[in-house]
Nanobody, 113 residues
Framework: QVQLVESGGGSVQPGGSLTLSCTAS????????VNWYRRGPGNQHERVAS???????NYPASTKGRFTISRDNVKNTVFLQMSDLKPEDTAVYYC???????WGQGTQVTVSV
């Protein structure tokens, strides 16, 4: 049975940091390109980071320089380190191993004063 669990969300003030985790069971994340997405309060859906099976990373302009995606193959986990958080980063964050068909429940990130 394939299972994805996102964790690490929470409430922080602007300028704060959080690290999200995406841990899988039933699939080997090493062989997938894994994307982190977010869905904001207005239901907008945005990719925020990607890491390929060869550990090449990619970020959109909105998160480049503030977010870092990485993986721990022993733990079968992909991380998203987020720094200098802004109120517009408030969203539910999901990870997506491309083509796996697996989705987790997401983890809420709230950035407010």
């Amino acid at each position: 049975q394939v299972q994805l669990v996102e964790s690490g969300g929470g409430s922080v003030q602007p300028g704060g940091s959080l690290t999200l985790s995406c841990t899988a069971s039933g699939i080997d994340l090493r062989v997938y390109t894994v994307n982190w997405y977010r869905r904001g309060p207005g239901n907008q859906h945005e990719r925020v980071a990607s890491i390929t099976a060869r550990d090449t990373t990619n970020y959109p302009a909105s998160t480049k320089g503030r977010f870092t995606i990485s993986r721990d193959n022993v733990k079968n986990t992909v991380f998203l380190q987020m720094s200098d958080l802004k109120p517009e980063d408030t969203a539910v964050y999901y990870c997506d191993p491309m083509g796996s068909g697996a989705w987790g429940q997401g983890t809420q990130v709230t950035v407010s004063v």
